[in-house]
């Protein structure tokens, strides 16, 4: 069964800093992963993910990840956050041959003027 | 990506009544689902949605507690029945189409915030 880790509830970073939010995952054949953020009052808005191909993807809003099969990561990624980049973010996987779709807790981003 | 409208957006419901949430995509998907989430926390798959059939119900979620329609490729229902405080959550549709196989994230609609007094 596939499962993923988000180790930090909150991230908290300043305006203009660049910022990582920290996802590892457990499949057993290959993953398909997400990242997804959430506003308040919101529906999950999809930013990213990763199939197959080069490990570094990128995303809407200026957001990429990078993911790395060894440590299984998929570590998601800002050069200069914004505060309106303030958000709950949730890493998710698929095994490629499963219906499912896991979510991780989630981590409250909140990035400081 | 397929824009998905959930309805009603948030109510306020009484305990013992039922209620129904709609969701409906603009376009034919091949998957549905219905997600539970507590404010702030992760999000619980409740059901796959099959399209002619009956849903497939996670473990914990029974048919008979949280009923669910799929007519058609674009339109799904669930309903919440016999309500107690401890159903109140945000509920949220989600969609994907697996027609191609590069399509393989999942949209979610803005959810439904249900309180049950």
């Known amino acids: 069964a596939q499962s993923v880790a988000q180790p930090e509830d909150q991230v908290n970073v300043a305006e203009g800093n660049p910022l990582t939010v920290k996802c590892t995952y457990s499949?057993?054949?290959?993953?398909?992963l997400f990242w997804y953020v959430q506003y308040p009052n919101r529906g999950l808005q999809f930013l990213l993910k990763y199939i197959t191909g080069d490990n570094l993807v990128k995303g809407s809003y200026g957001f990429e990840a990078e993911f790395n099969k060894s440590q299984t990561s998929f570590h998601l990624k800002k050069p200069s956050a914004l505060v309106s980049d303030s958000a709950l973010y949730f890493c998710a996987v698929r095994d490629m041959g499963n219906n499912d779709m896991r979510f991780g807790a989630g981590t409250r981003l909140t990035v400081k003027p | 990506s397929a824009v998905i409208s959930q309805k009603p957006s948030r109510d306020i419901c009484q305990r013992g009544t039922s209620l129904t949430i709609q969701c409906q995509v603009d376009?034919?998907?091949?998957?549905m689902f219905w997600y539970r989430q507590q404010p702030g926390q992760s999000l619980t798959l409740i059901a796959t949605?099959?399209?002619?059939?009956?849903?497939?119900?996670e473990s914990g979620f029974v048919i008979d507690k949280f009923p669910i329609s799929r007519p058609n490729l674009t339109f799904s229902t669930l309903t919440v029945s016999n309500m107690s405080p401890e159903d109140s959550s945000i509920y949220l549709c989600?969609?994907?189409?697996?027609?191609?196989?590069?399509?393989?994230?999942?949209?979610f609609g803005q959810g439904t915030r249900l309180t049950v007094v």
């Open positions: 989600s969609v994907e189409d697996r027609r191609r196989p590069l399509n393989t994230e999942a949209f």
């Open positions: 499949v057993s054949g290959n993953p398909y």
């Open positions: 949605a099959n399209q002619g059939s009956e849903a497939t119900y």
């Open positions: 376009s034919q998907v091949t998957m």
